[in-house]
């Protein structure tokens, strides 16, 4: 009987302990990497955007226009006019998700994908990182990052979204 029940209770340990976790991942890591080395390749380092980010907590609408310019700071002009009124500067990147550059952008997105990772895997949420990519330039137009648990109606979660529009290479050193 002893027999018995220690086999019963080593394979209880053993199944356990072996759990697949429910959580699930979506992102195209090879398309996200194809497009982040074609940014890198086109050597774009003048241009103007603009951008407008939102979460689950706000939504920004209107949002910044962004002009890079090589070996200079960006330069971010806010369009939001309540924003631009009433909002301290250094908050201004809730507009553009703290990520001025287009090389930014992609290491922000680098980035909750290496978070949603150990959030799948540790925690068991469901992640869905869904990126459009411009066909031209390959800069990110749209992306959008939702996570939750499974059944849970985002408790622990939520989502965050960021549009780039009116993408424009300028001429260098102007």
Same mark, same amino acid.
């Given at each position: 009987?002893?027999?018995?029940?220690?086999?019963?209770?080593?394979?209880?340990?053993?199944?356990?302990?072996?759990?697949?976790?429910?959580?699930?991942?979506?992102?195209?890591?090879?398309?996200?990497?194809?497009?982040?080395?074609? @940014?890198?390749?086109?050597?774009? !380092?003048? +241009?103007?955007? !603009?951008?407008?980010?939102?979460? =689950?907590?706000?939504? =920004?609408?209107?949002?910044?226009?962004?002009?890079?310019r090589e070996n200079s700071e960006p330069v971010i002009e806010?369009?939001?006019?309540?924003?631009?009124?009433?909002?301290?500067?250094?908050? @201004?990147?809730?507009?553009?998700?703290?990520?001025? !550059?287009?090389?930014?952008?992609?290491?922000?997105?680098?980035? =909750? +994908?290496?978070?949603?990772?150990?959030?799948? %895997?540790?925690?068991?949420?469901?992640?869905?990182?869904?990126?459009?990519?411009?066909?031209?330039?390959?800069?990110?137009?749209?992306?959008? +990052?939702?996570? *939750?648990?499974?059944? %849970?109606?985002?408790?622990? *979660?939520? @989502?965050?979204?960021?549009?780039?529009?009116?993408?424009?290479?300028?001429?260098? *050193?102007?």
């Amino acid at each position: 009987m002893k027999k018995i029940v220690s086999a019963v209770l080593l394979s209880w340990i053993v199944l356990t302990s072996c759990e697949q976790n429910t959580g699930t991942l979506s992102f195209d890591k090879a398309a996200f990497d194809r497009e982040r080395a074609a @940014w890198e390749a086109s050597a774009i !380092t003048d +241009y103007q955007f !603009t951008t407008s980010y939102g979460n =689950s907590a706000i939504f =920004s609408g209107k949002g910044v226009q962004i002009t890079v310019r090589e070996n200079s700071e960006p330069v971010i002009e806010m369009l939001n006019e309540w924003a631009l009124e009433n909002m301290p500067k250094e908050y @201004w990147g809730l507009y553009y998700w703290d990520a001025a !550059t287009i090389s930014a952008v992609y290491t922000k997105i680098a980035q =909750s +994908y290496t978070s949603a990772q150990y959030k799948v %895997k540790n925690e068991g949420y469901a992640v869905l990182i869904d990126v459009t990519y411009n066909t031209q330039y390959h800069y990110p137009e749209y992306v959008y +990052y939702s996570e *939750g648990l499974p059944g %849970k109606n985002q408790d622990g *979660g939520g @989502w965050h979204s960021l549009r780039i529009k009116d993408f424009t290479p300028l001429p260098p *050193g102007e």
